[in-house]
């Protein structure tokens, strides 16, 4: 009986706290995400589950994809030093070419260099109007 007797004082009581703390709930959230019904609330973290999940797989399938990557990188790797080691060589043969050229033009050789060109078009050219003599043979 007692416990009979001291419900309504606590029903009181309890309401009394819901009614305060609704109060204190009701203007702290600034989110309209935060004061959704339980059911809209369920369906958007079902959502959101869901757009996580898709991440997750895309995730696994790009780690899934490292390893033939490297390989193919290394792969490559190994295909481009010999290349980077001609280039090396070729653009030292190059420079050391500009360079001599550039002290035989200093030196007047220059005309010498002009003058092979002319005689070499020409001789081609001689060639290919006159036929070359071991083609009539």
Same mark, same amino acid.
């Given at each position: 009986?007692?416990?009979?007797?001291?419900?309504?004082?606590?029903?009181?009581?309890?309401?009394?706290?819901?009614?305060?703390?609704?109060?204190?709930?009701?203007?702290?959230?600034?989110?309209?995400?935060?004061?959704?019904?339980? *059911?809209?609330?369920?369906?958007?973290?079902?959502?959101?589950?869901? !757009?996580?999940?898709?991440?997750?797989?895309?995730?696994?399938?790009?780690?899934?994809?490292?390893?033939?990557?490297?390989?193919?990188?290394?792969?490559?790797?190994?295909?481009?030093?010999?290349?980077?080691?001609?280039?090396?060589?070729?653009?030292?043969?190059? !420079?050391?070419?500009? #360079?001599?050229?550039?002290?035989?033009?200093?030196? *007047?050789?220059?005309?010498?260099?002009?003058? *092979?060109?002319?005689?070499?078009?020409?001789?081609?050219?001689?060639?290919?109007?006159? *036929?070359?003599?071991?083609?009539? #043979?």
């Amino acid at each position: 009986m007692d416990t009979i007797k001291s419900l309504p004082p606590t029903i009181a009581q309890l309401e009394e706290e819901v009614a305060s703390l609704m109060h204190l709930n009701s203007g702290t959230s600034s989110s309209p995400h935060m004061n959704l019904p339980l *059911g809209e609330t369920l369906s958007q973290l079902t959502a959101v589950e869901a !757009e996580l999940l898709q991440y997750q797989r895309r995730i696994d399938n790009a780690n899934r994809s490292i390893p033939s990557k490297q390989r193919k990188l290394e792969a490559l790797d190994r295909e481009l030093k010999p290349l980077e080691q001609n280039k090396q060589g070729v653009v030292a043969f190059a !420079e050391e070419a500009v #360079k001599k050229r550039d002290e035989d033009r200093q030196r *007047g050789l220059a005309d010498r260099e002009n003058s *092979g060109r002319w005689y070499r078009s020409a001789q081609e050219a001689l060639i290919a109007l006159v *036929g070359d003599e071991d083609d009539k #043979k």
